[in-house]
């Protein structure tokens, strides 16, 4: 079945620091990858996404790119801010799926610290 | 901005009582999701509806149904609430895809509903 694995958190790191949250997947064909982040408080929004290899989605700073070879789209931050602090899920959309479903990956929070 | 408003924030019931949670998108969209998330487990889907009246089961409907008879409301109905359905509950909508070769369409969420059974 389709599967999404991201690292553990808690990921603590000072402000204007280098940020990636890894993520791999599993799933047949070419999904669609998407990352939300959830604020303190507030519920899921989009990031950023990608739906073919090689694409790289981008937003607020955030990078990540839809490796096929490694079923991977980590997220980067080349300097987070205290208000980056969240968190972050992975998800994909099956090739296959007709009605817009997503299967998440467990979370990632982050912590950045003036 | 496409809204989705989920009608409360902090819910607290009782064991064995019918719980009802409601979710109102003001963007049209055709599709609309019910997920529960718990630490360490991210989202899990319950039920989610491509259409008015229609539904179908997620990863794990079991203790929950819904009804959608408007497109822009989609219910979530806990039969016989339990104290393992306390979580925190979110609702989703999304456009039906434009072009069946582009699995793009983002999901749209609340603010999510914490509902503590005791």
């Known amino acids: 079945g389709n599967s999404v694995t991201q690292m553990e958190g808690p990921v603590t790191l000072s402000e204007e620091a280098f940020l990636t949250i890894n993520c791999t997947y599993t799933?047949?064909?070419?999904?669609?990858l998407f990352w939300y982040v959830q604020y303190p408080g507030e519920g899921l929004q989009l990031l950023l996404k990608?739906?073919?290899?090689?694409d790289k989605g981008s937003n607020k700073g955030f990078e990540a790119t839809y490796r096929k070879e490694t079923t991977s789209f980590h997220l980067e931050k080349g300097s987070v801010q205290v208000s980056d602090s969240a968190v972050y899920f992975c998800?994909?959309?099956?090739?296959?799926?007709?009605?817009?479903?997503?299967?998440f990956g467990a979370g990632t929070q982050v912590v950045v610290t003036p | 901005d496409v809204k989705v408003t989920q009608s409360s924030r902090y819910l607290v019931k009782r064991t064995g009582e019918k719980v009802f949670l409601e979710c109102v998108q003001d963007?049209?969209?055709?599709?609309m999701f019910w997920y529960r998330q718990d630490p360490g487990l991210g989202l899990r889907l319950i039920y989610f509806?491509?259409?008015?009246?229609?539904?179908e089961k997620g990863d794990i409907p079991e203790g929950y149904s819904v009804s959608r008879e408007k497109k822009e409301r989609f219910s979530l109905i806990l039969e016989s609430a339990s104290t393992n359905q306390t979580s925190m509950y979110l609702c989703?909508?999304?456009?039906?895809?434009?072009?069946?070769?582009?699995?793009?369409?983002?999901?749209?969420f609340g603010d999510g509903t914490r509902l503590s059974i005791l």
């Open positions: 963007m049209d969209h055709e599709n």
């Open positions: 998800a994909l959309r099956p090739s296959t799926d007709s009605w817009g479903k997503l299967q």
């Open positions: 799933a047949t064909g070419y999904p669609s």
């Open positions: 990608a739906t073919k290899a090689d």
């Open positions: 509806s491509y259409d008015v009246k229609m539904k």
């Open positions: 989703a909508s999304s456009l039906r895809d434009r072009d069946s070769y582009k699995n793009d369409q983002p999901q749209h």
